[in-house]
């Protein structure tokens, strides 16, 4: 069983950094993409940053320039957030999708952690 958990949210100012990490473990797919999404209140869930097992990456069009997906080590992922903004504020989720054969699409999602950005 995969089990990804986040870490790293928190009260930040405008303007301000955070660095979230998701860190997983079972993960046993050979090839396999991680995704960070948000929740803000009231709203539907939307994708922010991709990587994958090539380390390619990619980002949604507010998150280019502020946001830097990367890996930390064998089983950290993080997402390095800068300039943010009080539309940031958002519950910060990781997903894990396997793209390997045999268990395409099975896909797994963290608990998400808080980040608020006010002054």
């Known amino acids: 069983q995969v089990t990804l958990v986040e870490s790293g949210g928190g009260l930040v100012e405008p303007g301000g950094s955070l660095r979230l990490s998701c860190a997983v473990s079972?993960?046993?797919?050979?090839?396999?993409?991680v995704r960070w999404h948000r929740q803000a209140p009231g709203k539907e869930r939307e994708f922010v940053a991709f990587?994958?097992?090539?380390?390619?990456t990619d980002y949604a069009d507010f998150a280019k320039g502020r946001f830097t997906i990367s890996r930390g080590n064998r089983n950290l992922w993080n997402l390095q957030m800068r300039d943010l903004k009080r539309d940031d504020t958002a519950v910060y989720y990781c997903?894990?999708?396997?793209?390997?054969?045999?268990?395409?699409?099975?896909?797994?999602w963290g608990r998400g952690t808080q980040v608020t950005v006010s002054s």
């Open positions: 997903n894990l999708e396997s793209r390997s054969l045999g268990t395409y699409g099975e896909d797994f």
């Open positions: 990587t994958g097992t090539g380390g390619q």
């Open positions: 079972g993960n046993t797919f050979e090839y396999y993409v």
